[in-house]
């Protein structure tokens, strides 16, 4: 869905204690990757929890594309009849993956070492995101890339017919480029070796492992060593998408954020790569207990319960940012609420996000009357007892952005809005009615 709809303006103004279950939707990393494999596999891949967020419904529609048969039977319940590896068909439409850098990367990734081509094409915010990062490997393999000037969208991959395997080195913290030379080494032949400086989300070795790939797995003083071993048969699987993290936080620092909040956030992923937030809110002071921990569709999940009370400000260790690194705008309207300063450092990737994270969310605060200092990789927030709000907030085309706002409205003196809250769609399409059930004051402005 590269035509954008018609903005969607929402407000979000102070609101009474936020009680009850939230059911968040099901992880945007790890469906993307269910119906990506399930692709690439022989056979039936059913799916359930899927998220169907407008960022996995074109991740599913470009897989139709490559030639895979994928189909809903009921909400979240997916199959997936896949083509095998090597077995994409060339898309005879260009390839539009809305607003997901994840789905267009991955997606590279799993085309580059076929011989065929395919032109990709996102919204106003993916074309302006950086390709060159997942177009550089792949280009080891053999493939090829013609884009717009900075390696940007649109963008033509001529996948390689006869490629090589790689030995890559991801010069930035990237789960996404990780993975684009995994799936892109999955059809070279002998082993493909990625190597990553430190850990980011690992949904890809764990599901490829699951799918059926020699897959190992080393931390060495030079980093996490990982040797995908190619041209396995993949074989269809069953795949349980747990409740994403990310969309979790969202309920979870509202409740901290308004007086008497006691919620339950049931079945949300812990996977250590993904979990610092809930360390950070922890460290916060946060009073926020992992409940009935357990094991569901091979990842670690647990019940989050969490309750309103105060937290004071900290500084972030910058070796947590990859396990957290969608969660800091909400982490910054929530710090603007926290007795004392929070300073995030060494989260530079957040400038080339859905949005200039760093910018969006230091501008958005100051307009909400909070004090913030930003450099090219940090930003700093000033905690204050009662946040003025009263602004419009620009959400850049950012899902992420526009429910971190929504979120500090429900604190803060004056509402908030937001200038487009039609974004949330892509990764949580029922955040509204979900919040408003929780007993947040959110609205749509009729324009
Ligand atoms: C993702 C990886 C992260 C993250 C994104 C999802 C993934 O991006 O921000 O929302 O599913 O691999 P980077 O790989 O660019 O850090």
Redesign the pocket.
């Known amino acids: 869905m590269s035509g954008h709809g018609p903005a969607i303006p929402m407000s979000a103004r102070k609101s009474g204690p936020l009680s009850g279950v939230a059911e968040v939707p099901g992880d945007?990393?790890?469906s993307?990757?269910a119906l990506i494999l399930g692709a690439l596999s022989v056979g039936e891949t059913r799916v359930t929890g899927l998220l169907e967020g407008q960022d996995v419904l074109d991740t599913a529609a470009a897989m139709r594309a490559f030639g895979a048969e994928v189909t809903q039977h009921g909400p979240g319940d997916w199959t997936v009849h896949g083509v095998g590896v090597g077995g994409f068909a060339e898309p005879d439409r260009v390839i539009d993956c809305g607003n997901s850098?994840?789905g267009v990367?991955?997606i590279m990734g799993a085309m580059a070492t076929t011989g065929i081509a395919a032109t990709f094409t996102g919204d106003a915010s993916l074309v302006k995101r950086p390709m060159g990062?997942v177009t550089d490997p792949l280009a080891l393999f053999g493939a090829q890339a013609v884009g717009r000037d900075g390696g940007r969208l649109p963008m033509t991959v001529v996948g390689a017919a006869n490629p090589v395997p790689v030995r890559y080195r991801v010069p930035?913290?990237?789960?996404?480029?990780?993975?684009a030379v995994l799936l892109a080494g999955l059809n070279a032949p002998g082993q493909t070796v990625v190597i990553e400086a430190e850990p980011?989300?690992d949904?890809?070795e764990r599901m490829l492992r699951g799918f059926g790939a020699e897959l190992t797995v080393e931390d060495t003083d030079g980093g996490r060593v990982i040797t995908l071993t190619g041209q396995p048969e993949l074989t269809g699987q069953t795949v349980a998408v747990p409740r994403d993290p990310?969309s979790a936080a969202f309920p979870v620092c509202a409740a901290l954020m308004v007086q008497d909040s006691n919620i339950l956030v049931p079945g949300v992923s812990q996977n250590p790569t993904r979990n610092g937030i809930f360390l950070t809110l922890q460290e916060m002071g946060a009073d926020l207990v992992m409940e009935n921990p357990r094991a569901e569709g091979g990842e670690p999940v647990a019940d989050l319960r969490v309750r309103f009370g105060p937290l004071k400000g900290i500084n972030v260790p910058p070796a947590r940012a990859?396990s957290m690194?969608?969660e800091y705008p909400i982490l910054a309207a929530l710090a603007a609420t926290a007795d004392g300063t929070t300073v995030m450092t060494g989260i530079k990737?957040l400038r080339?996000?859905?949005s200039d994270r760093i910018d969006a969310m230091a501008r958005g605060l100051e307009a909400c009357g909070v004090r913030v200092e930003e450099t090219e990789d940090s930003l700093t927030v000033h905690g204050m007892d009662d946040v003025p709000g009263g602004a419009t907030v620009a959400s850049h085309l950012d899902h992420r952005i526009a429910m971190a706002f929504l979120c500090l409205g429900m604190a803060s003196r004056q509402p908030i809005t937001v200038d487009d809250a039609s974004p949330i769609a892509t990764?949580f399409p029922v955040f509204e009615p979900l919040m408003t059930d929780l007993g947040a004051s959110i609205s749509r402005i009729n324009g």
């Open positions: 945007k990393s790890i993307h990757r850098g994840t990367r991955l990062r930035m913290p990237s789960a996404q480029v990780k993975s980011t989300r949904h890809t990310s990859a690194i969608d990737e080339v996000k859905e990764s």
